[in-house]
């Protein structure tokens, strides 16, 4: 690669997959992904034995602190009652993901027109609809057309079953009258593109050993890499560099070897989530950026977001098999998710209703929570528990506050010596309202189902998989770090195309915006690609 | 001494036909999870109380006296009773027979799944009764 390539792209998981497919449809493009994680072997995900619950505190967990992968650069998230979520491998979070795949509002991206908080994005709703439409029609979404809290969507697959955990709290949700919804979920609940069926395994966060859920190293890249895409692996980008005119020129990564190379390209797409992103823009200082690449204004790491979570938890006498389906999603209320002008906060809420726990997680959070205990009663208790659960977990939009940052950690190095970060994080009063809200919902909805409430905290502390907001897009080159096709103010030739990009946080799971915001960007990157090169 | 701690901790149910936890090959789980020292730290906290309290080991104390025993053990060292208490209950719930038992749905390698009924969405009536609830405004 010493000659260079026509496009680079950094990171491997939901908006870089979706990049690399989009661009290789232009044939005549040379395109290269780094990744510093390596291949997961869907043959060898956990989920295949019985003591699946046990990787999800070792190699498999979502926390990088625990997992200590060889690719899991150090995440100082003790400033934060959030830590951080990820999982850094090919197809990235993807492959630990719950497979959510809810779109944000259209009144997301014109929050401060009709809320008056933070700012309105540079683009609408409008702008993404195709490229929602191409992206779940990629990725496989099940869901069901028609959803009164939605606009409509074109490609649904069959929606994942409610089981009779689900029914009941849909009678529950009818009774008050309130807006529920299946979940919409990036899990084949039928055959599509040559991927097999769910068959409501569960253990979906630890990758889908069945390949029906649409993480990207199933959906995007066989066709991406088919297309003639490079991949390369265990390879760490650590700065991004630019020639004597000020563009991006290429990449300084270490590979798999521990070599220190040089790749060049006409253009760099950055996609390595909320808090990689900003990481190695931090690192990539120059005499043009001193404080880090883009950061001129000073905005590079800031406003990051992170969708605080409460969880409400109930215990019916009934043996629901509430354990039974895909865990992350069941179904979902959109009820509280606009201002009011009776509630206390502005904005809103996603109420996501969870499958039971699994055995093991049965038996450790019930003995903790006393629920649950050992000699002659553990098994009667065991059995009033496993199955009768349904839990709540209340979403909160998550407004920007500059405070609210990551920084690099010069102390906490990862194994190619780049620094690690540090995050510093704390909920508005706002967001502490919404939660205090959907909390009280949540209760209402479980005690009218028939359950007897165990269990409500918030904030839950391992929920920080949402990073959104560090390199935010805007109009303004003062306030902003890329425009509305995530191109930078200042170094026109290169892109930044994951949920950094966020100006606002919605009440949703971030990815299926981030990726048709990807497309969305890559499509303006096609259409213009002899003027950036 | 190992097995009469995990059966006054988790004895079988005969009724719910649930197996002691004895009978869970726990020091396979411990081999493979590497566990040894908090299972030596344990026997060693639980022997040192067993004797000052009743002058016997641990198995051979009745029942009543086990369970004080443990309840102790619990109140003297939180972090390792715990620890050790986690460790049991995931040797036991990943257990192909207990799972079996508990109705914990197909079990892993998942020959088959699981099947869920169809849905009947005229569940969905009255939210579609009411009718649109998204905010419309003119962008």
Known sequence: MNDGVDVIIVGSGASGAAAAWSLS???????????????????????????????????????????????????????????????????????????????FHPSDFRVKTLDNVASDWPLNYSDLIPFFNENEKMMGVAGLIGDTANTNY???????????????????????????????????????????SCINLGPCNIGCSQGAKGSVDVTYWPIARKNGVQVITESRVYEITLDSKGLADGVMYIDASGNECKCKAKIVIIACSGIGTPRLLLN????????????????VGRNLMLHPLAYVEGVFERDLKSSIGPHGCCILSQEFYETRAEHDFLRGYTMQILRGAPPIETAISGYLMRQLSTGKRHHKDFKKLFNHTAGIAIISEDLPKLNNRVELDFENKDSCGMPGVKVHYELSNNTKNILKHGINMSKEVLSSAGAKVTSSFSPVRNSGWH?????????????????????????????????????????????????????????YIRENIAKLS | MINSILDSLMPGDENLGMPPASKIDFHAYKIKYGIEQIVIDLLLEITKISNDKFLKDFVDLNEKQKSIILKEARLKNMRLFLTFLKHCFKAYYSHKSVLSIINAGSSPPFPKGNVLEDDDWTILMPVYERGSIYRKFNE
């Not at chain 1, 995900?45 to 990088?64: G, I, N, Q, V």
């Open chain 1, 467 to 523: 990073l959104m907001g560090t390199a935010c897009m805007g109009t303004n080159p003062q306030k902003s770090v890329v425009n509305k096709y995530g191109q930078a103010h200042q170094v026109k030739n290169l892109f930044i195309v994951d949920s950094s990009v966020f100006v606002t946080s919605g009440a949703v799971n971030p990815v299926a915006t981030a990726q048709a915001i990807t497309l969305f960007a890559c499509n």
């Open chain 1, 284 to 299: 990539s200082k120059s005499t043009a950026f001193p404080d880090g690449l883009l950061n001129d204004n000073g905005l």
């Open chain 1, 25 to 103: 449809r232009d044939k005549s493009l040379r395109i290269v992904c780094f990744e510093q994680g390596s291949i997961s072997k869907q043959s060898e995900y956990p989920s295949k034995s019985t003591d699946w619950e046990l990787s999800r505190s070792d190699k498999f967990s979502f926390d990088p602190n625990v997992r200590k992968n060889p690719a899991d650069y150090p995440i100082d998230d003790s400033n934060s009652p959030i830590s951080i979520a990820n999982f850094n491998g090919f197809g990235g979070s993807t492959i630990l993901y719950s497979a959510h795949f809810p779109r």
């Open chain 1, 154 to 196: 074109d490609n649904l697959l069959p929606p994942v079953p409610l089981g009779e955990m689900g029914k009941v709290i849909a009678n529950s949700f009818n009774e008050k009258k309130w807006h529920w919804w299946p979940s919409y979920a990036a899990i084949n609940t039928s055959k599509h593109k040559d991927r097999a």
